[in-house]
């Protein structure tokens, strides 16, 4: 029954910034959340993640030193600086199944919608 919409998605030109927000229907507290991203023609790519209380993260190499993932009891957000093309991409919020950070979609319980995200200049 749980709910994640996400907001936030946009054009934006290279090096530029956006946040990503995905309120839930219910707490999250229980729940390590994360972000995934799908660009056309590619396999779901792990984004970041962080753990229950929001102490540990975990980056993709992708968005290392660029982006940053927070959370509070209902909300998850992902704040992407010097944005570039090539992380232009379908970005989906995501709730584990595992008590950890992981790169695999079958350890995702339960997916947003997806929010585009479109780096171009």
């Known amino acids: 029954q749980l709910q994640l919409v996400e907001s936030g998605g946009g054009l934006v030109q290279p090096g530029g910034s956006l946040r990503l927000s995905c309120v839930a229907s219910e707490p999250l507290d229980n729940y390590y959340v994360g972000w995934f991203r799908q660009a056309p023609g590619k396999e779901r790519e792990a984004v970041s993640c962080i753990d229950r209380r929001g102490v540990s993260t975990n980056y993709g190499d992708s968005g290392k030193g660029r982006f940053t993932i927070s959370r509070e009891k209902t909300t998850v957000y992902l704040q992407m600086n010097s944005l570039k093309p090539e992380d232009t991409a379908v970005y989906y919020c995501?709730?584990?199944?595992?008590?950890?950070?992981?790169?695999?979609?079958?350890?995702?319980?339960?997916w947003g919608q997806g929010t585009q995200v479109t780096v171009s200049a």
């Open positions: 995501a709730r584990y199944r595992t008590f950890w950070c992981s790169k695999f979609v079958r350890d995702v319980l339960s």
